[in-house]
């Protein structure tokens, strides 16, 4: 019986550490690359470059944030927006019920941060 794995949904394209945590959720036997995504109004260069990793990765690209964190298969959100965006869609995650993994800064701001972790005990 094979184990169930870990659906893992990328947000931040290219010119991200995105691209090195990526390849590494995909080559841990524990963990399955479900998509990149983001939310529909990101700005439109960050969209293109992370169209640009959805494809060098050959996963899917989903430009609605919301209909991507509604996957059942998505368990785990690797978090690289930049870091103006990175409180309200880490809180976006927390609230869907998503594991997150978060590189640093963790948030523009500790009012960010702190929301981000209450969102994190609220799930």
């Keep these: ?17 995105q691209e090195s945590y990526g390849r590494c959720f995909a080559a841990d036997p524990r963990c399955r ?21 959805a494809e060098e990765l050959q996963i899917p690209y989903l430009p609605d944030l919301d209909e991507a964190l509604r996957r059942d298969d998505v ?31 963790l948030a523009l701001n500790v009012e960010d941060a702190q929301a981000i972790v209450r969102a994190v005990q609220r799930a």
């Design 1 to 17: 019986m094979e184990k169930r794995k870990y659906g893992v949904l990328l947000l931040g394209g290219q010119r991200t550490h």
């Design 33 to 53: 690359l479900i998509a990149v995504a983001d939310e529909r109004d990101a700005p439109p260069e960050r969209i293109e470059l992370n169209r640009r990793l």
């Design 75 to 105: 368990h785990l959100v690797s978090l690289c927006v930049e870091n103006e965006r990175r409180g309200r869609v880490g809180v976006r995650c927390a609230e869907a019920g998503k594991h997150l993994y978060l590189d640093k800064p």
